[in-house]
């Protein structure tokens, strides 16, 4: 079953605005975690954030989460044409297992 | 260099004949795990595991096997391969899945297309 759910489903913008992606879920959780993925290739871990956080940041991405939503979003400031990529929410539940759970993710594209 | 390396990157085989994709890591994590990803699916959890002999099953299971010997290898075995399991196969580890949590490292990925 998918958790993590993102929005929107694609993404286009000019080089320099900013990009924010949405992601829902429906289990309580232990922390979520944003990944890039770069057409096909790996996934590149971005930032994970604990259930007891509500902001993080790092560089130019900015995290929120709030658990009474169930809700992260994802927002990358002044964006570059080597931001164009899919981004994945996942998350590890809190339900006893230790599953990871990805969204359908983000196609980010970004025009130069 | 810490990684995670998968092997084959690319397999093109046909229904019925056993297949393993063996999957490494060099960082001594404790926690392994296979994904395969399909268009507009994104990534489900197929098996993972927490530690040397304790594996577990994912999201989506079945037709798949796995095995935990070694800290370092986590295969993933067709033993009589569909179709419906040509997808791209991606193999992650990460340190530990307790607190303070950790982030997930991945593999390239495998292509692997059942004919």
């Known amino acids: 079953s998918q958790q993590g759910e993102e929005d929107p489903q694609a993404l286009s913008i000019q080089e320099g605005e900013n990009a924010t992606m949405n992601c829902s879920y429906k289990t309580s959780i232990n922390n979520l975690q944003w990944y890039r993925q770069n057409s096909g290739r790996g996934l590149v871990h971005l930032i994970l954030?604990?259930?007891?956080?509500r902001e993080k940041h790092s560089g130019r991405l900015r995290v929120t989460l709030d658990t009474s939503k169930k809700s992260s979003s994802l927002l990358i400031t002044a964006s570059r044409a080597a931001d164009t990529a899919s981004y994945f929410c996942a998350t590890d539940p809190d339900t006893g297992g230790f599953k990871t759970i990805f969204g359908a993710g983000t196609r980010l594209f970004v025009k130069a | 260099e810490a990684q995670v390396t998968q092997n084959p990157r690319y397999l093109i085989t046909v229904t019925g004949k056993k297949l393993t994709v063996t999957c490494s890591q060099n960082m001594n994590h404790e926690y392994m795990s296979w994904y395969r990803q399909d268009p507009g699916l994104g990534l489900r959890q197929i098996y993972y595991?927490?530690?040397?002999?304790?594996?577990d099953k994912g999201d989506v299971p079945e037709g798949y096997k796995v095995s935990r010997k070694e800290k370092r290898n986590f295969p993933l075995i067709l033993e009589s391969p569909s179709p419906n399991q040509t997808s791209l196969y991606f193999c992650?580890?990460?340190?530990?899945?307790?607190?303070?949590?950790?982030?997930?490292?991945f593999g390239p990925g495998t292509r692997l297309t059942v004919l």
């Open positions: 992650a580890s990460s340190l530990s899945r307790g607190p303070p949590y950790n982030e997930q490292f």
């Open positions: 954030i604990r259930s007891n956080e």
């Open positions: 595991s927490m530690n040397v002999e304790v594996t």
